[in-house]
């Protein structure tokens, strides 16, 4: 068990810009989900899959972000024309969802994204 | 109103001390609840979950969960300068594991 793990850590970028942060979870875990964190608050939801199929999205996902997880595995959050309120720890994490039973989410070291 | 209300303290306590961190929450639909630990500059750590009312303890660490009144506490016992993190409750809703702001904890030696 690595662990889940998300790259780059940090990233800076110009208001505009386009950027992409790559998650790879724990490997025998099929849900994936992407969190965002503002200094001083709790994570929010954001994006959910099981396996390859993205089942839920929260209104906090604008249309300028988009999460794939393509073939079940990692999986890319990419957001366009980024904006100052875009600034955040973006995380990931993944559990191993199994029928009725529930398995708590294990979280990555996130990617800390600043947009200047 | 925010579906998990944690205070964000700073609370501030001397080695040794007990601690009592606590959280309400609105949606009666919450099943599992959980506390997380988070250092500076890293993920959410989870340190335990329950399944609906009751108490669960782990080492030092102590959870319960009064659905009755909404309200969700962790109880640190003989607390250690390592233990210096903010500390995070939630509750999951189906698949959703929605989260309270954190409380930031400093354990002084």
């Known amino acids: 068990d690595t662990g889940v793990s998300q790259n780059p850590r940090h990233k800076i970028t110009k208001r505009g810009q386009n950027v992409t942060f790559r998650c790879d979870p724990i490997s025998e875990h099929n849900r994936l989900y992407w969190y965002r964190q503002t200094l001083g608050q709790g994570p929010e939801f954001l994006t959910y899959f099981q396996n390859e199929a993205q089942l839920e999205k929260s209104r906090l996902l604008s249309d300028r972000f988009s999460a794939e997880r393509p073939k079940g595995s990692f999986s890319t959050l990419e957001i366009q024309r980024t904006e100052q309120g875009d600034s955040a720890m973006y995380l990931c994490?993944?559990?191993?969802?199994?029928?009725?039973?529930?398995?708590?989410?294990?979280f990555g070291n996130g990617t800390r994204l600043t947009v200047t | 109103q925010k579906e998990v209300e944690q205070d964000p303290g700073p609370l501030s306590v001397p080695e040794g001390a007990i601690v009592s961190l606590n959280c309400t929450y609105s949606?009666?639909?919450?099943?599992?609840f959980m506390w997380y630990r988070q250092y500076s500059r890293k993920g959410p750590e989870l340190l335990m979950y329950t399944y609906s009312s009751g108490n669960k303890e782990d080492g030092r660490f102590t959870a319960q969960v009064d659905k009755s009144s909404k309200y969700i506490s962790l109880f640190i016992r003989d607390s250690q300068p390592s233990d210096s993190a903010t500390y995070l409750c939630?509750?999951?809703?189906?698949?959703?594991?929605?989260f309270g702001e954190g409380t930031q904890l400093t354990v002084n030696p």
């Open positions: 949606n009666s639909a919450f099943q599992y």
């Open positions: 994490a993944s559990s191993l969802g199994q029928g009725g039973w529930y398995s708590p989410l294990h």
């Open positions: 939630g509750g999951t809703s189906g698949s959703r594991l929605t």
